[in-house]
């Protein structure tokens, strides 16, 4: 466990080990969770499908393409127990592979019409 207050700044950074240095990591969703084994529901969005939804998150910059690095502020979630756990879903494209959901960016998906 790593221990902090709330509204304390969480620094992270994802690092990919490979030997290949044309790879670029893309931070699709991040999601905290009042429990470890329930990642789908009663969840808060940090970052989802690429969109921003948490209003305390940045991105730093980084000089490699395999190293990714962000910041939000802790929370905790309410009626639930202190703990907050996270779990993020990062994708890894090659470098410069604009059709790929690396330079995608933000997707937002659109809604179905609902028949009557």
């Given amino acids: 466990p790593y221990y902090v ?8 950074e994802a690092y990919l080990h490979s030997s290949d240095p044309n790879l670029v990591l893309f931070l699709r969703t991040c999601v905290a969770s009042p429990t470890r084994h329930n990642f ?14 948490d209003p305390t998150y940045a ?3 980084s000089p490699h393409r ?3 690095r962000f910041k939000f502020s802790a929370f905790q979630f309410i009626r639930s127990n202190p703990q907050v756990y996270l779990q993020c879903e990062l994708v890894v494209c090659r470098a410069y592979d604009y059709s ?7 997707v937002k998906r659109s809604k179905r019409e609902a028949s009557s």
């Fill in 66 to 68: 395999h190293i990714l």
């Fill in 100 to 106: 790929s959901r690396c330079y995608q960016g933000c």
């Fill in 5 to 12: 207050n709330i509204n304390q700044n969480l620094f992270l």
């Fill in 40 to 53: 789908t529901t009663g969840v808060y969005d940090i970052i989802r499908n690429g969109c921003v939804r």
């Fill in 59 to 61: 991105t730093y910059y």
